[in-house]
């Protein structure tokens, strides 16, 4: 089991170290740098040996001269390499984590609906910045650390074997119980690090949820419940850091130990034998300095350890999300569509989010290039799945989506998607400008382009008036804007989008009569030229469609035109009834 789990770390370490190789050169001249300073060090101890016995035994004046100007090039020789190591190995690590970042961003792009679903905002959050900026130790100075202490070790080896093997060996004597300690408190620590990380994540997301219900937190009066429900996720987080801190002293005090105990026999059996006249005194000196020197980077070595695990937490968690397959994505044999008519035909589709519980049942419709469908039904019949489907936010369990006739799974997805225009009921504002906001459909689109849209969803005017006009600040999911602003806006994007397929999913529900009236006559010339699907709540906005699907229980159960539909005296009819009726009571 030890040797798996080594194993196992060994290969995610291999994981990381991947992202170095678009910059192998610049670890081969960092390699070399450390080499140079390592062997350097190395000088010290037989300095120190050939001072004692050559020089103040002897009493040569001449060459101490000599030594000590060597000494002072030496040093100089040696901070540059220190310098050259730790610019370039932070420039390296810098650039890493840049990159590890990005690949987890993109990758998260990637993924499907259904995990964001299930995924904690806070955790994604977490993950893609705390987690990363948890591997900068590691990436800037903790390789570079343990890269130099391991050739410190290997040369320091070399060294004191060759001067005294006896004395060597006994020296050496503690490093299995130096060893255990590292493994023993190795593990105890990752998984409290990986505890840690979790809190941290699990803390992020409330205050991603209190923040962004904010309004809904102060109308309840909720402030100081939601105080002292941080306070108590605080108070987990502290205790967590605390045992993480305890348990990194134990590990560092008791490879301390074992690191002074070393050098302590060195001084004991060398003392005996210089005593005894076998062993100089300048060699007892630099042999036990070589040991300090050896004792003191694996000592490190325990310490970085620490730093490891901790580290090793953070890619888990990092590879976790990585490894994670989207399961909406191009199909080997995918076709590009530089042009579609926007005839979409739906055969026999059936749908469900978990088995054996279908949100849709062999659902078929056809609408063709400048068509409007209105699709209605009381809440949680299938509409909005209907539209997550033709975007391909998902795939049909069962059944053809056809565009033009081509199954959508053999077109590439941001093909199909630029063809699509989407409002929905919530129109998502960017914390940024309303220009920006606008042209994050089309960064490519004019000012002029941008205006004309804005007054084709009747929101120009009441941009002009504001302060700053298109530059004003929207505020956080667009909080300065009213709901209706915010959905004029999202109006415009669509407009300025110019999309084949125009999808409108309660698009005026958050308008007011008189200003949806106006939206609707905008958007009548831009239905004409393109396929329309039309998610309605309130049927009087769909009366003109060319035709309406009746969705109840996940199955069609009526279609046809409004005037059609209404003498069926169906589901329909009891839902225009029902509206009627709340119409006049209102």
């Known amino acids: 089991m030890p040797e798996y789990k080594l194993k196992t770390s060994l290969s995610k370490i291999k994981r990381v170290l991947n992202y170095f190789k678009p910059y192998w050169w610049l670890e081969f001249e960092v390699f070399i740098c450390m080499s140079i300073g390592v062997l350097l060090t190395l000088v010290d101890p037989m300095v120190i040996k050939v001072l004692i016995d050559d020089v103040f035994v002897e009493r040569n004046l001449n060459l101490l ?44 792009q990637k993924l499907h609906l259904g995990f964001y679903q299930r995924t904690k905002t806070g955790e994604m959050i977490s993950r893609v910045n705390n987690d990363v900026e948890a591997l900068q130790g590691m990436m800037t100075t903790t390789f570079v650390d343990l890269v130099t202490d391991l050739l410190t070790v ?15 060996l006994i020296s050496l004597s503690v490093f299995p ?46 402030e100081k419940t939601e105080a002292r429900r941080y306070v ?3 108070k987990d987080l502290i205790n967590l850091r605390i045992d993480q ?23 004991w059996y060398g003392g005996y034998r210089t005593i005894e006249g076998a062993l100089s005194i300048g060699s007892l000196v630099a042999f036990y300095a070589y040991i300090k020197d050896l004792f003191s ?28 397959q989207p399961e909406i994505k191009d199909a080997p044999d995918a076709v590009t569509l530089k042009e579609t008519q926007g005839n979409l035909t739906f055969r026999k589709v059936t749908f469900y989010y978990k088995p054996d519980e279908p949100v849709l049942k062999n659902i078929s419709f056809e609408v063709r290039r400048g068509e409007t469908v209105a699709i209605v039904g009381p809440s949680g019949v299938g509409k909005t799945t209907i539209i997550n489907l033709m975007c391909r936010f998902y795939d049909p369990v069962d059944g053809t989506i056809l565009l033009d006739g081509v199954d959508i799974r053999k077109i590439k997805i ?15 504002m960017f914390n940024t400008s309303i220009y920006e906001n606008l042209k994050f459909v089309d960064r490519w689109a004019s000012e002029a382009a941008v205006i004309e849209a804005c007054k084709k969803a009747y929101i120009h005017d009441f941009i002009t008036t504001l302060p700053d006009g298109y530059d004003t600040q929207v505020g956080d999911r667009g909080m300065r804007l009213s709901g209706g602003q915010q959905q004029r806006l999202s109006i415009a994007r669509a407009i300025l989008k110019n999309p084949r397929i125009l999808i409108l999913d309660e698009a005026t529900s958050s308008l007011d009569s ?23 709540h309130r049927l009087s906005t769909i009366a003109n469609a060319d035709q309406i699907l009746v969705l109840d229980k996940g199955e069609i159960v009526e279609s046809g035109r409004h005037d059609e539909l209404l003498s069926k005296n169906g589901v329909y009819q009891q839902l225009w009834d029902e509206q009627i009726k709340k119409q006049e009571n209102d």
């Open 514 to 536: 008189r200003v949806e009236t106006l939206i609707q006559q905008a958007l009548e010339p831009l239905m004409k030229e393109r396929t329309t699907i039309v998610i309605a």
């Open 65 to 108: 001269h000599i030594i000590i100007a060597a000494l002072v090039g030496l040093y100089l020789v040696r901070s540059l390499m220190s310098v050259i190591t730790a610019y370039l190995y932070n420039f390296v690590g810098q650039r890493m984590l840049f990159d590890i970042r990005s690949h987890l961003f993109q990758h998260l």
């Open 232 to 234: 108590q996720k605080g």
């Open 154 to 168: 290997v040369a320091i080896l070399a060294v004191v074997f060759y001067l005294d093997w006896r004395l060597a």
């Open 414 to 428: 941001n093909h199909l998607r630029k063809f699509i225009g989407i409002v929905t009921q919530e129109a998502y």
């Open 245 to 267: 801190g305890i348990l990194g002293s134990l590990a560092n005090s008791s490879a301390g130990f074992f690191a002074a105990l070393g050098p302590a026999l060195v001084l």
């Open 297 to 324: 980077p694996i000592f490190r070595l325990a310490q970085l350890n620490v730093v490891i695990q901790t580290a090793l937490a953070s890619i888990d968690r990092i590879f976790e999300f990585l490894d994670i």
């Open 177 to 222: 119980f130096f060893a255990i300690s590292i493994t023993y408190f190795g593990k105890k620590i990752r998984i409290k690090s990986k505890k840690v990380r979790e809190k941290i994540a699990e803390i992020l997301h409330f205050f991603h949820e209190t923040f962004t219900g904010i309004k809904l937190v102060q109308s309840y009066v909720r």
